[in-house]
């Protein structure tokens, strides 16, 4: 019996949708993204070094910038589904890519922490520490958990409530830990308040605080649908029949 833990609709470019299960390991497809993200996090470490050269100042650079780096994926893993949902059939790609988005995030992260190995082998402790660094540490662990979830094999054995469970609460805790490097820094800038401050911090604390509003938001159209239906549509079927109204 299939189990529906791991099933997602992907819409086809003929408006149909069908059902696909997730690979049970990477596929070419999934290398490319994780690749890509991957190389993006190296991109900015050598732009950081280009800058300042090669010292802690260019090791922090390239730790703020692939701290971003990795939000934008993290971000469309989040929220593209509910983008879908909420406005139409354009953002259905987005819906469709939401593993992969999460894989180039956990890719992307992974160049953030190896650039922590970094610091570490050069300053023989760690940038940070206490609760702040357990924080971090938990948050790059539901990372990782997530990513070996994703493949098939593992969530089918978790089943699909316990799989949404562990997705619903890794997700929100490291949308957190973004919310807890860029909310801060946007409301209480202190005497940092300057226009590259605000160009640095306010458009990531927003982007990280409208997240957790659209998924609520698509939650509540998809009870609405629902209720009026009889069956749960998925968000791609939500964006279909969405557009498919406009046009009639
Ligand atoms: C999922 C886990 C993590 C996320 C989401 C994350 C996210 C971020 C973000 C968004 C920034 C940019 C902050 C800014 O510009 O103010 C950043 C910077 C940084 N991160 Fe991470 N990080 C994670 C894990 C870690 C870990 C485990 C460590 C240390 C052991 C760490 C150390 C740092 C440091 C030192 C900076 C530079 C802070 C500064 O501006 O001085 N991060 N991180």
């Not at 690979?23 to 993006?40: L, Q």
Request: charged share 15%; aromatic share 14%.
């Amino acid at each position: 019996m299939p189990n529906r833990a791991v099933e997602t609709k992907v819409l086809q470019r003929d408006g149909t949708s069908k059902v696909t299960r997730p690979p049970t390991k990477p596929e070419p497809n999934d290398w490319f993204w994780m690749g890509a993200a991957f190389a993006g996090s190296f991109a900015l470490a050598l732009l950081a070094v280009t800058i300042h050269g090669v010292n802690f100042k260019s090791l922090i650079l390239a730790l703020r910038l692939t701290g971003r780096w990795s939000f934008l994926p993290f971000w469309l893993a989040y929220a593209g589904g509910a983008m879908a949902t909420l406005f139409g059939r354009t953002f259905v790609p987005l819906a469709n890519r939401r593993r992969q988005f999460g894989l180039a995030y956990a890719a992307a992260l992974s160049g953030h922490l190896g650039l922590i190995a970094i610091f570490y082998l050069r300053a023989s402790h760690l940038p940070l520490s206490g609760k702040l660094l357990f924080f971090f540490l938990t948050a790059a662990c539901w990372t990782y958990v997530l990513t070996l979830f994703s493949f098939g094999g593992l969530a089918a054995k978790l089943g699909a409530a316990n799989w949404r469970a562990l997705r619903f609460v890794g997700m929100n805790y490291i949308l957190y830990a973004f919310w807890s490097d860029f909310g801060p820094a946007t409301f209480h800038p202190g005497t940092s308040d300057t226009l590259v401050h605000t160009l640095a911090y306010t458009p990531f604390a927003l982007m990280a605080l409208a997240a957790p509003l659209l998924a609520v938001g698509a939650f509540v159209v998809r009870r609405w649908r629902t209720s009026r239906t009889g069956h749960a549509p998925s968000a791609d079927t939500l964006a279909t029949d969405r557009s498919e109204a406009r046009a009639s």
